[in-house]
């Protein structure tokens, strides 16, 4: 069904529409999020469900629900503070639906990630939140800047901010320009309860590969916050430590403690870069931040490498074997 024919549905529903609220698909059809569906799912408290006189069965989650023609109904499915009008009807608002698919152990993934995403974007406190629901205080969230550079090291940062942080704007520190990375840089500074930077050098990352560097890296910036924390959420990486992790799929765009992180990684680096650019001017550090472009390149070509380089990446790996090749 359409939403046009959800919503005629639910017109000839011989229920009090203000005693229940439309969840699952049907609510993810009204709101555009899925073009059709099947059946309209509904919920309402258990009082107003024991006077339904429909057939009973039991649902999905073990729970008893009753069922007429393409409606099913089941008692206390939602958060009545994540609701949304549409046509005269509550239904579940995004979040809520999320939530009901993690409850499901929903098949469809790539809706669970375009859900979260979505409750993301419009509140990036969200697993912040969740955490602190159960109990959990000090959040660290943990990103890192500098996989891919030619130069430099690997720089994790890990952030613990206060339940009342607040910093419009914030996000993944790529999508920031460098005067608001600046800015941010010295807010969050000045909010977090505290603040861990880890450094893995170049030199390191050639013994131990970048990937084994940078779980270094984001461990040394745990151990240096002054509050340890209680949980720790992680951009995208899985990090085994003695505390509770989340690994979050694009978590500096979804988590406001890994986007503060982002920008506390990547100022850090930049900085270093831009001591690094005053040494070495020709190889335009200031503005690649030591990333493999055109004039990158080219002055390696020209110029050679500097004991900063890393010489297990490709590029530098390639100048270095020209030069074995000569002699």
Partial sequence: MTKEEIIKKLDS???????YIVIGDASLVCQGILDETLDIDLSCDKTYYNLIT???KIGNLGNEIK?????????????VNHTIEIDGYLFADIEACYELKKLE?????KLLKKLELMVCSRDNYYFERKLRDTGVTLIGGVDEVGRG????????????????????????SKKLSEAKREYYY?????QAVAVGVGIVSEKVIDEVNIYEATKMAMREAISKCSVLPQHILIDAMPLKLDIPTTSIIKGDLKS???????????????????ELDMKYPMYDFKNNKG???????EAIKEYGIIDEHRRSYGPVRDYLEQQLSLF
């Fill in 256 to 274: 406001i403690t890994i986007s503060a992180a982002s920008v506390i990684a990547k100022v850090t680096r930049d900085r270093m870069l831009d």
């Fill in 105 to 109: 152990n929903s098949k469809d993934k």
């Fill in 54 to 56: 429909w057939d009973t």
């Fill in 186 to 190: 010295d807010e969050i500074m000045r």
């Fill in 13 to 19: 529903l011989e229920l009090d529409r203000c005693q």
């Fill in 67 to 79: 069922y007429y023609d393409c409606f099913k109904i089941g008692y206390d499915f939602y958060d």
């Fill in 291 to 297: 990333y493999p472009t055109k004039k990158h390149l």
């Fill in 149 to 172: 550079p030619l130069v430099g090291p690997v720089v994790a940062a890990c952030v613990i901010l206060p339940d009342k942080f607040s910093l419009d704007g914030l996000t993944d």
